[in-house]
């Protein structure tokens, strides 16, 4: 019944930045790591960022000192700043809340970056 909404996709030009949101509720939210995981055209889906319930945040190395992941824990969000975007950025970027019982994921947004 959790449900994971996205939002904040959308086209940019390469250098460019966008801030994606993803909404979930308290009770998923507070026990659950928040990830960003993303799919290209033609490509398997990999993953990108989490922020974990206590704070932990790690990155993929191929956005790490581009993108940045945060909580909101009042709201139950989980946001990712993408800046510096590259054209190998463009894909379907989902939104991922996982604990020891559950594995959710949102439907996704799309990200396109280019000229």
């Known amino acids: 019944q959790v449900q994971l909404v996205e939002s904040g996709g959308g086209l940019v030009q390469p250098g460019g930045s966008l801030r994606l949101s993803c909404a979930s509720s308290?009770?998923?939210?507070?026990?659950?790591?928040m990830g960003w995981y993303r799919q290209a055209p033609g490509k398997e889906r990999e993953w990108v960022a989490t922020a974990t319930s206590s704070g932990t945040i790690t990155y993929a190395d191929s956005v790490k000192g581009r993108f940045t992941i945060s909580r909101d824990n009042a709201e139950n969000t989980v946001y990712l700043q993408m800046n510096s975007l590259k054209p190998e950025d463009t894909a379907v970027y989902y939104c991922?809340?996982?604990?020891?019982?559950?594995?959710?994921w949102g439907k996704g947004t799309l990200v396109t970056v280019s000229s």
């Open positions: 991922n809340a996982k604990n020891a019982f559950r594995n959710n």
């Open positions: 308290r009770s998923i939210f507070s026990g659950s790591a």
